[in-house]
C-alpha cells in the first residue's frame, strides 16, 4: 500500500504527486464508505421502516419531547399516537410500530440527556443532532468581523475560490509546510503542481464500481483539475484553550492573523463536532451502522385467486348467445356479477396488485351485454380483493437483540437465492477519530455562508438538487452544519436521500406489486428500466446553536425557507466543516502558499517598508501590476465557475445511473 503524507518533512506523497496517481484509492476495509458510486446501502428499508423513522424524528422536534418519553406522559403519548395515526403514513403505524417506536425513543432520549447527541433517520446511515448552544454567542461575534464579501454571493469563507489547481497552484512538493504563524516563510521549494492528466480511459476502478457503473459516469466524478484545499488539525489529548483540536494550516480564504478569533471559535467547533463524527461514520466493507429493523425479501399475499362460482358462469371470450340460453338467464348471471362487484374489498393500501378494467357502477347497460367487458371487471375486482400485510417489527428479532446487533439477519420471508446471505449477528467497528488519528490529525474544508433576505427579496428558494459533498479528489466522507444565527426567518430543513441496493434474485414473492409496495419501489423492476433506487427520507430542520452531521452516503439539499415578518430584514449565517477521509491525506493549505493576490501584496508592502519610501499612488500601481501574483481575484472567480461546472458533471453523472447497479445485477444472471 502507497503510504500517504503531507507533514512536509519529505516529498509530497498524496494522490495526484509525485508518481502517486490522482484516482488512487484505499481497499474498502481501510477507509470510510461514501456515496460518490461507491457506497449503497442494503437492504432496501421498506415503506413502514421509513414511516418509523419519520415519525421519530416529528416525536423528537416537539418540545420536551424527551421528557414526555422518559417521565412517560401518557396523555401528549396518546395524542401523539393518534396524530401519527391520522397522518398521511397512519395506515403504517401499527401497535407493533408503536411500541418499537416508544422503546427506541426512550434510548434516543437517554442518549440526547447524557450526551446533548440525538441520531435520526439512524438505518445503516445516520444523522447526529448535537446542542452546540453555548458556541454561538462568540462564533455571531467573531463571524460578524468578516464583513461583506463582494461578488462571493452568500459566502463569507468558500472553499471553491483559491482551490488547488493541479497545474496552476504553486506547492511544496518536495517538503517543507506553510507556517501559520507568518504565511510567507517557505522553507521548501516552492513549484507549481505537475499537471495531472485526466485520468478517463485508463482508471481501474475497485470492485464495488465497477460492477455497477460505466466507466465513463465513473470517472466523471473525479476532476483532473481541482481540489478543495482542507485545513490542518491537531488533535490534542487534553483540551487547550476549551477545545481539543488546534488548527495548524490556513483556513482557506481566511486570514490567519487577521482574524485569530475566528479560528480560536472555529477551533471550538471542529472539536465538538468530532463527537458526532464519530457516531455516523463507518467503513467501506460493512453493511453500515444498523441493520434494518424490518428484514424481509418477500411478503404473504392471501386470497390471491378467490374461488367465486361467478367466474365459472362468465366467459370473455364467448357471446352471451352462446353461452345463455334465454337474455333472461345473461341477466341472472350478470346479478351475480353485479352482487359479487359491489362486495367489499380492502384499503387501498392493503391491495396486492395494480388494478385494471372498469368498476361495476361505471359500467353501460351496453358493456353488461358483452361478456368480455363483464369478465374484466370481475377479473379487476378479484385482483383488488386480494391483500397483503405490511411486515411489522419484532417478528424475527426482538428490539432488544435489534439494539444489540443480535439475530438481525433473521428475515422474516427468506432470501430466494442468498447469492449474498445476511450474516446472523450485526456487527459495527466503533470509530474514535480522536484516537486513531490522534497522531496524524484530522483535514478539513471549512465554509461559512449568510444568506440575507429583505422585503424586497423575501424568499430563498433553495437548493434544487440533492447532492453529495464534493468530488472523490476531496475524499469527503462527513459533513458538519452548525446553524451559528437564524435571524427572523421561518425554519430551514435540509433533505436527505439515499441510494439503495436492489437485488431482486434475491426477492420473492408470488405477487411482484405486493412487495413493490413493500419496499416502496413504484412499479416492480424489469430488465429494461431498473427499479427506483433512491429513498427521500424527508427534511431536519436548522435550529440555531445546533450542529446537524452527516455521512457522505447521504444525499442532500438546503430547503426554501423566508422572512418571518415580511416587513423587516433577516439572515442566516451557517458553517459547514467537510470532514477528508483521515485514513488519506490530501494536498492541504499546509503543502500550499496562501494564492490571495491582496494577502501576498499586503505582506509584501508591510516587509518592504513601501507606504515608508514611496507615495500611496505608487504603491497601488506596482501592486497592480503584479495582480497575477499569486493569483488574481478575477482569474479565481473563472476557475470557481470551471470547478462548479465539474461538480455539476458528477452530479448529473451519479443521477444518470442511480439505479443502474440494480439492472446491471439482474442482467448478470439473465
Request: proline share 7%; aromatic share 8%.
Amino acid at each position: 500500500m502507497v503510504p500517504l503524507n503531507n507533514d512536509g518533512h519529505g516529498p509530497l506523497q498524496v494522490p495526484g504527486f509525485n508518481s502517486i496517481p490522482l484516482d488512487f484509492q484505499l481497499p474498502l476495509e481501510a477507509r470510510f464508505a461514501h456515496g460518490l458510486i461507491a457506497f449503497r446501502h442494503s437492504h432496501r428499508l421498506t415503506k413502514r421502516e421509513m414511516a418509523m423513522l419519520r415519525l421519530m424524528l416529528h416525536i423528537t422536534e416537539q418540545p420536551e419531547w424527551d421528557r414526555a418519553i422518559l417521565d412517560p406522559d401518557e396523555a401528549r403519548l396518546a395524542q401523539w399516537y393518534q396524530n401519527a395515526k391520522e397522518g398521511t403514513e397512519g395506515f403504517l403505524i401499527s401497535p407493533a410500530t408503536w411500541d418499537w417506536c416508544l422503546a427506541e425513543l426512550r434510548d434516543k432520549a437517554e442518549m440526547w440527556q447524557r450526551t446533548g447527541h440525538l441520531l435520526v433517520f439512524d438505518s445503516s446511515s445516520a444523522l447526529c443532532q448535537a446542542d452546540l448552544s453555548k458556541l454561538a454567542g462568540e462564533l455571531q461575534t467573531e463571524i460578524a468581523r468578516l464583513g461583506p464579501q463582494q461578488d462571493h454571493g452568500s459566502h463569507l469563507v468558500d472553499p471553491s475560490l483559491f482551490p488547488l489547481v493541479y497545474d496552476r497552484s504553486h506547492v511544496l512538493v518536495q517538503g517543507g509546510e506553510v507556517s501559520l504563524e507568518n504565511l510567507w516563510k517557505l522553507p521548501g521549494q516552492v513549484a507549481k503542481g505537475l499537471p495531472i492528466h485526466r485520468p478517463f480511459g485508463r482508471i481501474e476502478p475497485g470492485v464495488e464500481e465497477s460492477r455497477y457503473m460505466k466507466r465513463g459516469e465513473y470517472e466523471s466524478c473525479w476532476s483532473n483539475r481541482f481540489q478543495w484545499l482542507p485545513c490542518e488539525v491537531q488533535l490534542e489529548p487534553e483540551p487547550l484553550n476549551d477545545s481539543r483540536v488546534r488548527i495548524t494550516s490556513y483556513v482557506n480564504n481566511l486570514h490567519p492573523q487577521r482574524h485569530k478569533g475566528l479560528y480560536r471559535q472555529l477551533e471550538r467547533l471542529i472539536g465538538s463536532a468530532v463527537p458526532s463524527w464519530n457516531d455516523i461514520l463507518f467503513y467501506g466493507n460493512t453493511r453500515g451502522r444498523r441493520p434494518p429493523r424490518i428484514l424481509t425479501y418477500g411478503c404473504e399475499v392471501h386470497n390471491r385467486n378467490e374461488d367465486h362460482k361467478v367466474f365459472n358462469l362468465v366467459s370473455r371470450w364467448l357471446t352471451w348467445t352462446v353461452q345463455c340460453a334465454t337474455y333472461e338467464e345473461w341477466q341472472e348471471r350478470c346479478d351475480i356479477a353485479r352482487e359479487y362487484l359491489a362486495g367489499p374489498e380492502p384499503p387501498r393500501w392493503k391491495q396486492a396488485c395494480m388494478s385494471y378494467g372498469a368498476r361495476w357502477e361505471d359500467m353501460t347497460q351496453a358493456m353488461w351485454d358483452i361478456p368480455k367487458h363483464v369478465r374484466i371487471a370481475l377479473n379487476a375486482k378479484r385482483r383488488r380483493k386480494a391483500w397483503f400485510d405490511h411486515p411489522e417489527p419484532g417478528v424475527s428479532f426482538t428490539y432488544e437483540q435489534w439494539r444489540q446487533g443480535q439475530c438481525t439477519g433473521r428475515a422474516i420471508h427468506p432470501q430466494r437465492v442468498g447469492k449474498y446471505p445476511d450474516p446472523q449477528d450485526h456487527h459495527h467497528v466503533p470509530v474514535r477519530l480522536e484516537q486513531q488519528f490522534r497522531h496524524k490529525g484530522l483535514q478539513v474544508v471549512v465554509e461559512i455562508t449568510r444568506i440575507e433576505l429583505t422585503p424586497e427579496n423575501p424568499v430563498y428558494s433553495g437548493v434544487s438538487h440533492f447532492h453529495i459533498e464534493g468530488l472523490r479528489n476531496d475524499h469527503i466522507v462527513a459533513t458538519s452544519l452548525y446553524a451559528v444565527e437564524c435571524k427572523n426567518v421561518t425554519q430551514a430543513r435540509v433533505a436527505f436521500q439515499h441510494e439503495d441496493q436492489i437485488d431482486t434474485d434475491e426477492l420473492q414473492c408470488e405477487v411482484p406489486e405486493a412487495l413493490s409496495l413493500v419496499l416502496d419501489v413504484g412499479a416492480w423492476p424489469n430488465y429494461e428500466e431498473p427499479p427506483r433506487a433512491l429513498h427521500t427520507f424527508g427534511s431536519v430542520g436548522i435550529t440555531e446553536g445546533h450542529l446537524l452531521s452527516w455521512p457522505n452516503t447521504y444525499r442532500s439539499k438546503l430547503e426554501s425557507f423566508q422572512l418571518r415578518d415580511a416587513s423587516q430584514p433577516g439572515h442566516m449565517t451557517l458553517v459547514k466543516l467537510r470532514l477528508v477521509d483521515p485514513h488519506y491525506r490530501v494536498c492541504s493549505t499546509r503543502n500550499v502558499p496562501p494564492q490571495q493576490h491582496e494577502w501576498w501584496a499586503a505582506a509584501a508592502e508591510q516587509a518592504s517598508d513601501l507606504d515608508k519610501r514611496l507615495p500611496r499612488e505608487l504603491v497601488l500601481s506596482i501592486m497592480g501590476q503584479t495582480d497575477c501574483w499569486p493569483m488574481s481575484e478575477l482569474e479565481a472567480r473563472r476557475l470557481r465557475k470551471e470547478l462548479h461546472d465539474d461538480h455539476e458533471r458528477a452530479r448529473t453523472a451519479i443521477d444518470k445511473c442511480v439505479g443502474r447497479n440494480n439492472a446491471l445485477l439482474l442482467l448478470q444472471d439473465v
